[in-house]
């Protein structure tokens, strides 16, 4: 059964630091892009971040670079996100999210429950 | 960036309704339009990938379609768990976007 399970979230004060992680398993991890995805308390989706299948390639969306930085170990089959910098805007449920690349189409087909980060003084 | 734009914000229905919700793209973004639901406190569940494919094992009732920028989910009978948010969400550039979402309510 596939499983994502996030950690690391929770309170931290206005320009502090934390990392998330995502342990993955029931799938080939290293043969998937994976993603972080977050939801502002009673807000939308945002996509946040993405990492490429040997994490070879990045991206960020524009509010988080230069803060953010993702990475992945394949070997113990996990996703992280160091969030430096942070800010109050950055309060939100941290979704960690698999592409399924099937037919060039890119679409997110398993999300984990998401772990909250609380930004606040 | 691509915006994407959902319409309505939020639609009251009753069940067995059929509802269409609406998803317009800033530019032509292809089948590159996927659709997921949001029950409240869960996180997001894949309905419809590339416009118009059906997610193994969701429901038949829920189909997707599209013409030039403007992307449509349908719900044909509507059933007490579709009672949620729907997202859009293009993938046609590697900075994906959500649009904002459509709060589908009992009335």
């Known amino acids: 059964e596939m499983q994502l399970l996030e950690s690391g979230g929770g309170l931290v004060q206005p320009g502090g630091s934390l990392r998330l992680s995502c342990a993955a398993s029931?799938?080939?991890?290293?043969?998937?892009?994976m993603n972080w995805v977050r939801q502002a308390p009673g807000k939308g989706l945002e996509w946040v971040s993405s990492s490429s299948a040997n994490g070879g390639t990045t991206y960020y969306t524009d509010s988080v670079k230069g803060r953010f930085t993702i990475s992945r170990d394949n070997r113990n089959n996990t996703l992280y996100l160091q969030m430096n910098s942070l800010r109050v805007e950055d309060t939100a449920l941290y979704y960690c999210?698999?592409?399924?690349?099937?037919?060039?189409?890119?679409?997110?087909?398993?999300w984990g429950q998401g772990t909250l980060v609380t930004v606040s003084s | 960036d691509i915006q994407l734009t959902q319409s309505p914000a939020s639609l009251s229905a009753s069940l067995g309704d059929r509802v269409t919700l609406t998803c317009r793209a800033s530019q032509s973004i292809s089948r590159y339009l996927h659709w997921y639901q949001q029950r409240p406190g869960k996180a997001p569940k894949l309905l419809i990938f590339a416009a118009s494919s059906l997610q193994s094992g969701v429901p038949s009732r829920f189909s997707g379609s599209y013409s030039g920028t403007d992307f449509t989910l349908t719900i044909s009978s509507l059933q007490h768990e579709d009672f949620a948010t729907y997202y859009c969400q293009q993938s046609y550039n590697t900075f994906y976007t959500f649009g904002q979402g459509t709060k589908l309510e009992i009335k």
């Open positions: 029931g799938f080939t991890f290293n043969n998937y892009a």
């Open positions: 999210v698999k592409r399924e690349p099937s037919g060039g189409w890119y679409y997110f087909d398993f």
